[in-house]
């Protein structure tokens, strides 16, 4: 049995337990997605030339994307069902165990077409379970949180991408310290095996968790949905779409940031383990930026903040590019800085702003499908078509536009969001109300 604990002992165990799992889920997701663009074209995809083989096992990154709704709509079910803790305890053994058997595949020289079929399997199982972590995690530290630092503590947590990151290029700087031939012999295999260690640890974290005290009195009143996830799809379909595609310039950001820069490194000429730096760097700044705009949230307004990080990712693309062109350090860092001072502004609010939008009953589906449909939407093939966009045209031009094209319809959708108030009737009432009746609450509810 968990120990009696206080308020405050449950919320440092809820924000500490979430800000783990966020973690290791991203660095797993990363992992994955830096290895895809350097080496498994070469592992699993050999019998294409350089270019296809790069986009085919880019496609296999972005399979995941497909799976985190399938992900989102099932575990958001029995998040909202079952509870908060139970929901988070499975996703993080499914995604570790995928990624381990990732790191013990063998490759297309040994078992042939089997290989990448088998690849793109796990990578999908892995996308499920992150379309349930990265939700929930962000739930359990709100819900355990007092209003007025709920920001501030989901912020903490969603710095678990940024020390995903860091733990991921990290990892990766010292793999690709080995000479090349043994990186694709066997050194690429070592990250996703350590992943086995830091699974072990958050478990246990995770398993000491009580449930969260608003899922406790969602319970007690009676209030738990039989198909919460079809609720929201039925009832809240407007906002649902209008939350999914806010969050498209924040998957745009980071994962071209993060995965797609290192391919753009190697056509300027500039070094993998000085890109690996830069982007060291950047998550630093993300964790120290991202709670600083969680309070900001908390003092002043969430939509306001979500809505400048938004305006800043639309331009900072034309400052990135030109400053990676420079190829000089400094001016390669201020560009970093440029593209995720607007990311940092916009996440660091998003834990928070997200669940909000929808009842308490409804919160774990309603927050992870809009989240991952918009990872879908936004973050599945963004490598993918930079890539192609870089191949074509020779030009990063086509690419900035393309990030701009989705900071846009993010800006226009994201008018249309707001919270509700934490204890208004709305909250607690919506999830049983006519679907006529819930659109029109959703729609009075989004204008601002």
């Excluded at 030339?49 to 096992?57: E, G, I, K, R």
């Excluded at 595949?105 to 349930?132: E, K, M, N």
């Excluded at 005290?213 to 996830?229: D, I, L, Q, T, Y």
Aim: proline residues 5%.
């Amino acid at each position: 049995m968990n120990p009696v604990l206080t308020p405050e002992g449950q919320r440092r165990r809820a924000v500490l337990s979430s800000l783990i799992g966020n973690s290791i889920e991203f660095y797993e997701f990363l992992i994955y997605g830096s290895f895809s663009s350097l080496y498994f074209g070469k592992l699993f995809f050999p019998s294409f030339s350089p270019t296809a083989a790069t986009l085919l096992s880019l496609s296999t990154f972005a399979v995941a994307f497909v799976g985190r709704p399938l992900g989102a709509f099932v575990f958001g079910h029995f998040g909202d069902r079952l509870g908060r803790k139970t929901t988070l305890v499975t996703t993080l053994t499914a995604m570790g165990g995928a990624t381990v058997l990732i790191g013990l595949l063998p490759t297309y020289r040994t078992i042939g077409v089997a290989a990448p079929i088998l690849l793109t399997a796990l990578r999908f199982v892995q996308g499920c379970s992150l379309g349930g972590e990265s939700s929930g995690g962000f739930l359990m530290a709100l819900e355990s949180a007092p209003p007025n630092r709920r920001g501030f503590l989901t912020a903490v947590v969603g710095t678990g991408n940024a020390w995903g990151l860091l733990l991921a290029n990290g990892v990766l700087l010292l793999v690709t310290m080995l000479p090349d031939r043994q990186v694709l012999a066997w050194g690429w295999r070592l990250p996703f095996l350590f992943s086995a260690v830091l699974v072990a640890f958050a478990l246990r974290v995770r398993l000491r968790l009580a449930e969260t005290p608003e899922f406790e009195r969602v319970k007690s009143e009676g209030a738990v949905r039989s198909m919460p996830a079809f609720d929201v799809v039925s009832r809240h379909g407007l906002l649902t779409l209008c939350a999914s595609l806010s969050a498209l310039p924040m998957f745009l950001v980071f994962y071209l940031g993060s995965v797609f820069s290192l391919r753009y490194a190697s056509t300027i000429h500039v070094s993998r383990s000085e890109m690996l730096t830069l982007l060291a760097g950047s998550c630093v700044f993300l964790i120290l930026a991202m709670p600083f705009f969680g309070r900001l949230g908390d003092r002043r307004s969430r939509k306001a903040v979500f809505v400048g990080g938004i305006v800043v990712m639309t331009a900072a693309p034309f400052a990135w590019f030109p400053l990676l062109d420079t190829r000089s350090f400094p001016l390669m860092a201020l560009g970093f800085l440029a593209l995720f001072a607007g990311f940092a502004a916009n996440y660091g609010v998003q834990g928070a702003f997200y669940p909000q939008l929808f009842p308490t009953a409804l919160r774990y589906s309603g927050m992870s499908i809009s989240y991952n449909v918009g990872g879908l939407l936004g973050g599945a093939v963004s490598p993918l078509v930079a890539t192609s966009l870089l191949s074509k045209y020779h030009s990063w031009t086509p690419i900035a536009l393309y990030m701009a094209a989705a900071g846009v319809i993010g800006l226009a959708a994201s008018l249309f969001l707001r919270e509700r108030s934490a204890d208004s009737p709305v909250q607690h009432a919506a999830a049983g109300l006519p679907a006529a009746a819930a659109a029109s609450a959703d729609v009075a509810a989004a204008r601002s």
